[in-house]
T-cell receptor, first 112, second 115 residues
Framework: KNQVEQSPQSLIILEGKNCTLQCNYTVSPFSNLRWYKQDTGRGPVSLTIMTFSENTKSNGRYTATLDADTKQSSLHITASQLSDSASYIC???????????FGGGTRLMVKP | EAGVVQSPRYKIIEKKQPVAFWCNPISGHNTLYWYRQNLGQGPELLIR????????DSQLPKDRFSAERLKGVDSTLKIQPAELGDSAVYLCASSLEGRSMETQYFGPGTRLLVL
């Protein structure tokens, strides 16, 4: 069964600090992995996308990594800001592209 | 350019009542998705349309849920009758052709509370 597990479920950090969110998946065959940011009361917004051959992708202060061998991904947030408070969802797509498996998300709270 | 539009944003109903959600995707996007998101969880696909054809509705509880996309643009998702367990956020998303590498753009969702 295709699954995406994220950890931690929730995280509280101080403004300015860095943090790393984890994603493990068992989706096969693998096509790509995305990280989405979902602000409270809003729909998810795509941050990064990585294919099998990519092992790192940056978007501003967000850096995603992918290890296709161990089927793990991480999202590193540098110099956190209050506006980073949101849920971060890991989404893995299969080769056909018609099946997305969503993780449960990590709820991040950045405190001043 | 307008994003995915959904209405209403919030809906409170009593159990056994019907409810409908509306979605207008990004202009030119052929593929439309309806998801359900329970509190603290990731979205779960209910149905996917390519133009007006429902190409994946395997997760749609067909005894009470129905959806349509008559002209291949706007879509409506209906629940009749609603149950307490249907309380969730219903998200609509769209993409150009539904291919793996395309970004899905999500609407703000409709938050449903069934009392």
């Amino acid at each position: 069964k295709n699954q995406v597990e994220q950890s931690p479920q929730s995280l509280i950090i101080l403004e300015g600090k860095n943090c790393t969110l984890q994603c493990n998946y068992t989706v096969s065959p693998f096509s790509n992995l995305r990280w989405y940011k979902q602000d409270t009361g809003r729909g998810p917004v795509s941050l990064t996308i990585m294919t099998f051959s990519e092992n790192t992708k940056s978007n501003g202060r967000y850096t995603a990594t992918l290890d296709a061998d161990t089927k793990q991904s991480s999202l590193h947030i540098t110099a956190s800001q209050l506006s980073d408070s949101a849920s971060y969802i890991c989404v893995v797509s299969n080769n056909a592209g018609n099946m997305l498996t969503f993780g449960g998300g990590t709820r991040l709270m950045v405190k001043p | 350019e307008a994003g995915v539009v959904q209405s209403p944003r919030y809906k409170i109903i009593e159990k056994k009542q019907p409810v409908a959600f509306w979605c207008n995707p990004i202009s030119g996007h052929n593929t439309l998705y309806w998801y359900r998101q329970n509190l603290g969880q990731g979205p779960e696909l209910l149905i996917r349309y390519e133009n007006e054809e429902a190409v994946d509705d395997s997760q749609l509880p067909k005894d009470r849920f129905s959806a349509e996309r008559l002209k291949g643009v706007d879509s409506t998702l209906k629940i009749q009758p609603a149950e307490l367990g249907d309380s969730a956020v219903y998200l609509c998303a769209s993409s150009l052709e539904g291919r793996s590498m395309e970004t899905q753009y999500f609407g703000p969702g409709t938050r449903l509370l069934v009392l």
